[in-house]
């Protein structure tokens, strides 16, 4: 079975802080994603990545920016965070563009 | 961008009631997902469905890929089918958009 895992279930950062967001697929696949999840606006992509180094940016990349050093990992990072980014963040994987994709358990931030 | 619209926004059934979830997208798609999103928030996968049908126990799906909608079966129904159903598309390859989500109520 593909397992995606994030770091962290729940956190809670200040206001200015970096924080980083951790996300490791084992299936060797090729594709990575980064949501957040907001009441009312669904899921909405801030980067995804289709091989180690490469980032393409999704709908609403500000405020955020990604690292795909190796294959399996994808990390989120908010350079200085606000509470505006208190959100449900998601990560995905699937082994191409066209494959399926599977999640991660998510990460709920909140930022005091 | 591609446009993934949902409907309905909510669903309230009894238990043991049947319903049809739509999703429509305005441009040529390379696969479509079903998903479940369980009260912990974890995305749950449902089907992988680019076109044609598929069933699995009391759930099916059929995407139509030439007329750019696909639907989601879920016959009676339990309460613990209750959460937000969401599809999604992907397309230009390496990009996956969402839907806005059906959020399903089932009552006892």
């Known amino acids: 079975d593909v397992k995606v895992t994030q770091s962290s279930r729940y956190l809670v950062k200040r206001t200015g802080e970096k924080v980083f967001l951790e996300c490791v697929q084992d299936m060797d696949h090729e594709n990575m994603f980064w949501y957040r999840q907001d009441p009312g606006l669904g899921l909405r992509l801030i980067y995804f990545?289709?091989?180690?180094?490469?980032?393409e940016k999704g709908d609403i990349p500000e405020g955020y920016s990604v690292s795909r050093e190796k294959k399996e990992r994808f990390s989120l990072i908010l350079e200085s965070a606000s509470t505006n980014q208190t959100s449900m963040y998601l990560c995905?994987?699937?082994?191409?563009?066209?494959?399926?994709?599977?999640f991660g358990q998510g990460t709920r931030l909140t930022v005091v | 961008g591609i446009q993934v619209e949902q409907s309905p926004p909510d669903l309230i059934l009894q238990e043991g009631a049947n319903s049809t979830l739509r999703c429509n997208f305005s441009?040529?798609?390379?696969?479509l997902q079903w998903f479940h999103q369980n009260p912990w928030g974890q995305l749950i996968n449902l089907f992988y469905i680019p076109s044609g049908t598929k069933q699995n126990g009391r759930l099916s799906a059929t995407t139509v890929a030439t007329e750019r909608y696909s639907l989601l079966y879920i016959s009676s129904s339990q309460t613990t089918d209750s959460g937000v159903y969401f599809c999604?598309?992907?397309?230009?390859?390496?990009?996956?958009?969402f839907g806005a989500g059906t959020r399903l109520t089932v009552k006892p």
């Open positions: 995905a994987s699937s082994l191409t563009g066209q494959a399926e994709a599977f």
């Open positions: 999604a598309v992907a397309y230009n390859n390496n990009d996956m958009r």
């Open positions: 441009d040529s798609v390379n696969n």
């Open positions: 990545s289709y091989d180690v180094k490469m980032k």
